[in-house]
């Protein structure tokens, strides 16, 4: 039973998916981890058509980080693209007038003077 491949891409699908919920903070690593998941999830799947119950523990991580990583990705665009700052700033730094450090620098001003 634990030399079959079926049931070691099923274990390596749950840590994998484990491991992207832990990192769903981090922009990339999660969508990554939970894409390869899901793919091992599926691969695990027998001749049957049933899957091993670590493979769908492997499937639902995986879905799950995949869809917090994508709410947070998306929340952060739409707070960049919807600070009138930024949208000024960025033009700027695209044609070298100020430096990345001074973007964020001027980025973080407006953020802390729209939360007060």
């Known amino acids: 039973m634990y030399d079959n491949p ?3 891409m ?3 699908s749950i840590w994998l998916g484990a491991a992207s919920i832990l990192m769903c903070q981090i922009p990339v690593i999660p969508l990554v ?6 793919t091992l999830a599926l691969l695990s799947r027998g001749s049957d058509g049933s899957f091993p119950p670590s493979a769908k523990a ?6 799950i980080s995949l869809a ?16 009138t700052d930024f949208l000024s700033l960025y033009p700027q730094y695209v044609n070298g007038k100020i430096s990345f450090n001074e973007l964020l620098e001027q ?5 802390q003077s729209s939360i007060q």
């Open 10 to 12: 099923a274990k390596v």
């Open 58 to 63: 492997g499937l639902v991580a995986g879905f």
């Open 33 to 38: 981890l939970s894409g390869i998941s899901i």
């Open 6 to 8: 079926r049931y070691n």
């Open 68 to 83: 917090i990583s994508g709410v947070i990705l998306f929340a952060n665009w739409y707070m960049l693209v919807t600070q």
């Open 107 to 111: 980025l973080q001003k407006s953020l």
